[in-house]
DNA sequence: GAAGTGGCGTACCGTACGGTACGGTTCGTT
DNA sequence: AACGAACCGTACCGTACGGTACGCCACTTC
């Protein structure tokens, strides 16, 4: 299945990362500017390398997404020794490279760029995205969240409710507005409260699911 | 400022309601296929009728999405005699019926194609979405909650805080996933668990905000 | 140094679509 | 009945863009 390729770093040429980088510039600038001209022009490359090397278009956007949303690295999180302290330090991490995540200007481009997509019935990016975005996440968090069930830190009937409380405590409603282009929430103003932010959700995170003997 | 424009039904006539609903039917079916020729011919109208009336591509969409997001309508909650019972009661519906617009194919179809004009340095449409379906929400559920502090059943140090709380809480990942068309989270699937999500989360916000003298 | 290969730049083609123009029809007004 | 406004259907134009073809250069290989 198509979303079971690894892509590392082998899998494209320096000069056809270049070639990605350069397409991924121009998404980030303008939603629709990823035009074959436009890319073969920025990258100093031909339109008929494009096609040999990417195919179509289609080919080319799905490359260029693939390849930076496997970039998205997961902090790791060391669950040999969990103690309450770990795993508040561990809720907190995992929120603070969520919410860093999100507000980057990448990750808004990859993510509208994939709704787009799927808006015409192809959902390939939006797998794409999906699986290297939030699942990527829930991958990581919820052996955690077993884990520290399991040592009584944590009390859950569901890790998947846990997994999916802890982003929406995290994310409210910071991406959907950042993806509509609000005015009133600009990224370094987000950033500025990212710490605070990270904080408070992992507190409300632990209020709601930690065992009592923890204060 | 645009913003501010009331969009009620005399705003449209009859037949130019009609034409808005051909639009919306054919952006529902598939996102790109708002062409003015599929319009009017949906619409069974002339292409010249529709730049008469919406001026160009970009204002038939804005007058689609705008007309279309203002039918949202948010629930009249009786904020007179606040108890902890009508509080969760009011705090369930807001939940239900912003799970319940989300989930809807409209809602994903309007937040889809908001996202893709915003991803164009136009942001009209992210704001016209954001207006009538965030912020709409934000303005009901403020007053309630500065109430139910007032009358000792929350404690927050900040309103805006708490909103967003709830917003993620009742969200969490959904609409996100829908948005990008995650194949594992139907429609129907999600409607089937709204009643146990919706109780869940008010649970869990009044577990968050609650006094403690509340059960 | 001849031959082959990969890739750049440009020119080109076909199509889809935004936008305009115009003839014909219906319908309301006088 | 005559007029005019509104509007439908269709034909048309210009452009932007996806995709292809080709000429030329640089660099490797024998």
């Known amino acids: 299945m198509a979303l079971a390729i690894k ?11 270049a070639v990605l980088t350069a397409a991924l510039d121009l998404l980030v600038e303008n939603g629709d500017g990823l035009t074959m001209t436009a890319v073969a ?19 080319l956007l799905t490359a260029t997404v693939q390849w930076q949303a496997a970039k998205v690295r997961m902090p790791f999180v060391d669950r040999s020794h969990l103690n309450i302290k770990a795993l508040r330090a561990s809720l907190e991490q995992f929120a603070r490279d969520l919410l860093t995540t999100i507000v980057g200007e990448v990750s808004i481009t990859l993510n509208r760029t994939a709704i787009t997509h799927a808006a015409q019935e192809k959902d390939d990016l939006g797998n794409i995205v999906l699986e290297n975005g939030p699942m990527a996440i829930r991958r990581r968090l919820k052996p955690i969240l ?64 930690g065992v009592k003997a923890n204060s």
């Open 146 to 209: 077993e884990a520290a069930r399991d040592a009584r830190l944590l009390r859950f009937p569901n890790s998947e409710e846990a997994y999916r409380t802890f982003f929406g405590l995290v994310v409210r409603d910071v991406q959907i507005r950042l993806l509509l282009g609000d005015k009133g929430l600009t990224q370094s103003n987000v950033e500025a409260n990212i710490e605070s932010d990270v904080k408070a959700a992992a507190d409300q995170f632990l209020t709601l699911y």
């Open 7 to 17: 892509v590392n770093e082998e899998t494209f040429t320096p000069r056809q990362q």
């Open 41 to 59: 022009r920025r990258a100093s490359c031909s339109k008929e390398t494009l096609y040999k090397w990417f195919g179509d278009r289609d080919g």
